[in-house]
């Protein structure tokens, strides 16, 4: 049953992912990469990554040295770096997660894990929506047995449209009910 049938896509479900079960892809039923494809990254946010913890750590060391090591400015300092430290964790464990490449043997993380097709269960596509109340995409997940994950952000990708062609064959994560 697809969202033409009536059944809501598996891409706009709010259920917790963990607890989802995934049937097996019919193994025949995609084609899978026969020439390796990288997958390019823009660096913008990383720049703007970078640009934010210079302003924050250097207002943060600005504040310091004006009031003297006073408790509150150390404390509001404290509060900023740990702050950073939050954000710096989310984007190492996004970078882990994000995919380098495709090839016939499956796919490549950034840490440089190789998740293989023999183990791949499906695509789930998450969305998001924006002021104006469109659904667009905010990253591809591509699902593996024995808890594999990886990631696509699609709005930092460089070489997009080669990116999706490969995507695209590929079968949704299938919720068993």
């Not at 026969?34 to 060391?61: D, E, F, M, T």
């Not at 840490?111 to 023999?118: F, H, Y």
Request: aromatic share 10%; net charge positive; with cysteine.
């Amino acid at each position: 049953m697809n969202a033409a049938q009536g059944e809501q896509p598996f891409g706009k479900q709010s259920l917790n992912q963990k607890a989802l079960q995934f049937a097996e892809p019919d193994a025949q039923n995609f084609k899978k990469p026969v020439q390796p494809l990288a997958v390019l990254y823009n660096r913008k946010a990383n720049v703007a990554a970078i640009i934010l913890y210079c302003i924050v750590g250097g207002l943060s060391l600005l504040l310091l040295i004006s009031s003297g090591g006073r408790p509150a400015s150390l404390i509001i300092v404290f509060l900023n770096l740990a702050i950073l430290a939050i954000i710096i964790f989310y984007r190492m464990a996004a970078k882990r997660k994000s995919i380098v490449s495709f090839d016939a043997n499956g796919i490549t993380c950034a840490d440089g894990r190789q998740l293989l097709w023999t183990n791949f269960k499906g695509k789930h596509i998450r969305l998001r929506r924006t002021q104006s109340g469109l659904q667009r995409i905010w990253r591809i997940e591509f699902i593996f047995s024995e808890g594999g994950e990886a990631w696509l952000i699609p709005l930092r990708l460089k070489n997009y449209e080669e990116v999706l062609s490969v995507v695209k064959v590929l079968p949704e994560a299938v919720v068993k009910k």
